[in-house]
């Protein structure tokens, strides 16, 4: 079993805290907080991605969000405050991207980010869909399945399923409907 | 311009092919719902979702410009107290390694290679597992707390290493096959011994230890 290491040269070790990390790993020329929101993009990123689901939007407005946070922030903070920033900075700009595609509406339906998502945000994600999934029709969950998680295009969808691939779109159209009003309430 | 099943289908094929959709205005919240309740979807598809190499690259230059700017501005005279730089609960589970660096900012020293940071104070021993139940030479996976780490058995010795990988701070998966921990961010491995084994052009840094020990037949885990 290995002693907890202290050192004299770190002026907050003490006795009490023996969990050790070593020195972080810093890219050469770089400043601590830099690295900070550095080690914050991945969870931002895929927080972004799973409300905009495409790579496009997601990097703008991931790269919008450091942008807006690090020229509103002092530069003196902490990492739990850096983070909840950041979350609230990536909500704010999430609101803004929905506006414009419906002028109203658009606020309330942010989510609870009050606890940060940890950076493996997406085994959570679909926990969610699972959960989410779970309230729908067969037919219903069938084809949001065959879509989005496994891929199917519309044609081989029609084929899966036995039906028009006009059907498969009002199918899928009903679905999301559907879907999206189950989610306000999960929520 | 009501909502229609085509035009729904083809914002959920750019989704599908990672392709900015177009920007039509929606008629109302159902419609709205609809695109989120996509774009959720599409995100739960294994493997989509995350960064890419390029964008991480982009953004890592970005931001030390941008953080630079900032700091060469006067700032306010807040400053943090050292404790409040302190891991004290759960919250921060994954960020472990990034609050030991901003908490690093204040600790006026060289940034070699050196003595261990504390990270957690006023902890406590919490028990994980028994130590009956540990394989030997194999990590098992555990959570206590705001830890998330690996025991490994050797003989009556148990090692305790964290799990959140160095890189950024996912928390890592161990492979049976391949005997080692991988990311599942960027791919990211480690030897058991916490090592890390791939070929970032900066070596990532060990694993950090952490501290366990065996009371009565149940390894215990110091944690919050």
Redesign the interface.
Known sequence: ??E????S??????R?????????????G??????????????I??YI???????????DL??QV??KA??G???????????SWLYRVAQTTLADH?R???????EE?EEDVT?PP?????PE??H??DA?LATLPESYRRV?EL???R?YS?RETAQELSLSE?NV??L??RA??R???E??RMS | MN????Q??RH?????H????E????P??????????????????PG?????KE??A???G???E??G???ARP??A???S?R????TGA???????????????F?P?P?????????????AWKPVKALAELPQSTPVAFRSGA?EGFLIRHGD???GL?AVC?H????LNYSKFRNQFEC???GATFETTGRPTDQYD?????L??????IERGQVEV??V
């Open positions: 079993m290995r907890h290491e202290t050192s040269a770190a002026p907050i070790a003490s009490e805290k023996v969990v050790s990390l070593p020195h972080a790993h810093l890219p050469q770089q400043d601590h907080l830099t690295w900070a929101y550095q080690t914050h993009v991945t969870a990123y895929q991605y799973s409300r905009v689901g495409n790579r496009p939007d997601a990097e991931t790269a450091f942008m690090i020229s922030m002092r530069n003196d903070v902490s990492v739990p405050e850096l983070r929905w414009e595609y419906y002028a109203e509406g658009a339906l606890r940890a950076p493996r945000e997406n994600a679909v969610r869909v989410l949001l879509r989005f998680l891929g519309v006009a779109k009002v899928q159209f999301l409907n879907a999206g009003r989610r306000g | 909502d229609d099943p085509e729904l289908d959920v094929d750019d989704l599908l990672d392709r900015k959709p920007r039509t205005p929606l109302d919240e159902d419609a709205l719902r609809a695109r989120q309740t996509a774009a959720m979807l599409r995100a739960a598809k989509a979702g995350l960064p890419s964008f991480l982009r953004m890592q970005s931001i030390g941008w953080v700017e900032q700091s700032q306010p807040a400053r943090p050292r409040s730089l302190l891991l919250a921060g589970i994954a960020a472990g390694v990034a609050a030991a660096v901003g908490l690093q900012r600790v020293k940034v070699a290679p050196g003595p261990a940071q504390a990270l957690v104070e006023k902890g830890i010795e148990v090692k964290s160095t950024m701070g996912c928390i599942p961010c960027h900066t070596p990532l840094p060990t950090p230890s952490l501290q366990v020990r110091y944690s």
